[in-house]
């Protein structure tokens, strides 16, 4: 009885979602008992999914603070608020904590790129992304750390995604944008090339935050410097492509969550 009584109150916690698309909502990818069960291959209830999520939030700020070695079991029980015997229940190790959290990310990461539509106009379609890219980079900075610390170390848990998954989807979207330019609908470039500079510019903001914060004393939580950044990538990107930002563009609406992408994904979760 006392578990039903307080089942109220943690639903009106944040989810943990990056950003948008709560931790709960998504399958581990690595865990023993595969999509929505846990490490002993049950089905998960409401609230064991609430559980799970709160380990994966949990997960998230103590791996991308203290990295994968100066995290314990013990640690990640303690952030999550629950013993440590409960968290072996979704999670049969740090290890599988781990790359269900790194999964997570790049689940949530690539999703804007997945939406990409080859007949839609290229200038809302970049600038719908590249909106996306810069609220990821405000709102989970965190997240975008811990993936790029786990890519520069070699990415011992994840090479194969990042060999499989993610190749075939730049390949896919790549055919996207050379399509644009095969129609004359944006000017010649490397599709490829053009992906990788857009993750490389809006995640900047996330990944070497404290040098942009010593730099300019501002970061993307700064409303003005978030919007001025902002319409900063989108001119540089959309004009090296012929391009100009859509009058509608990524006004506050968008910015808000209520542009392009995200009316999208209230009907597609990514994957």
Do not use: C
């Amino acid at each position: 009885m006392t578990t039903r009584a307080k089942a109220p109150r943690r639903r009106g916690r944040p989810k943990a979602s990056l950003k948008g698309v709560p931790v709960a909502s998504l399958p581990a990818s690595t865990g023993s008992g595969g999509p929505g069960m846990g490490a002993d291959g049950d089905s998960l209830s409401r609230i064991q999914e609430r559980n799970r999520a709160r380990l994966l939030e949990a997960a998230l700020a103590e791996f991308s603070r203290h990295g994968y070695s100066g995290t314990t079991l013990d640690r990640l029980a303690a952030a999550a608020g629950m013993s440590k015997s409960n968290l072996l229940y979704y999670f049969s190790s740090k290890s599988d904590l781990y790359e269900a959290s790194l999964a997570h990310i790049l689940e949530v990461w690539l999703g804007p790129l997945r939406r990409l539509d080859p007949e839609g106009d290229p200038a809302r379609e970049l600038a719908a992304y590249i909106s996306q890219k810069m609220k990821m980079s405000q709102e989970a900075p965190d997240a975008s750390r811990l993936f790029a610390n786990e890519v520069m170390s070699g990415a011992p848990r994840i090479r194969r995604v990042l060999e499989t998954d993610l190749k075939t989807l730049v390949e896919d979207k790549a055919r996207v944008i050379r399509h644009w330019v095969e129609t004359g609908r944006i000017t010649s470039v490397d599709p490829v090339h053009l992906i990788l500079s857009i993750w490389a510019i809006t995640q900047h903001y996330a990944d070497f935050q404290v040098q942009i914060l010593a730099v300019t004393g501002k970061d993307l939580s700064d409303p003005a410097f978030r919007a001025a950044a902002e319409t900063s990538v989108l001119h540089l990107v959309l004009s090296s492509l012929g391009l100009t930002v859509p009058a509608e563009g990524v006004g506050e609406g968008e910015v808000a969550g209520e542009g392009i992408a995200d009316r999208e994904a209230e009907s597609e979760v990514p994957r």
